[in-house]
């Protein structure tokens, strides 16, 4: 069992800044990938960022250029900043880990921190 805890979600005016964190626990692993999705209201749940421990980074094009993801592979930490918000990048943002790198059929998923830009 692998358990995701978010934080760092918030209300953010456009053009501002925020960071998610997300720690897994549970057990003695090491976890090659980890990484965020997001789900707006009405919409599908879509790829944010990914990072696995070779330091492969996936990102959404939507979020290229103003999202960075980082981990501290050691501690099981995923972070998430997030620049140059706006009103569409609100959303629910989830982290997810991916044990062996096999993909989203094994991902396990954190509860998910709410983010909405407004002003």
């Known amino acids: 069992q692998v358990q995701l805890a978010e934080s760092g979600g918030g209300l953010v005016q456009p053009g501002g800044s925020l960071r998610l964190s997300c720690a897994a626990s549970g057990g003695h692993f090491r976890i090659n990938t980890m990484g965020w999705y997001r789900q707006a209201p009405g919409k599908q749940r879509e790829l944010v960022a990914t990072?696995?421990?070779?330091?492969?980074?996936h990102y959404a094009d939507s979020v290229k250029g103003r999202f960075s993801i980082s981990r501290d592979i050691a501690r099981h930490m995923v972070y998430l900043e997030m620049n140059n918000l706006r009103p569409e990048d609100t959303a629910v943002y989830y982290c997810?880990?991916?044990?062996?790198?096999?993909?989203?059929?094994?991902?396990?998923w954190g509860q998910g921190t709410q983010v909405t830009v407004s002003v």
């Open positions: 990072r696995t421990t070779a330091d492969d980074t």
């Open positions: 997810i880990a991916d044990l062996h790198g096999w993909g989203p059929n094994y991902y396990w």
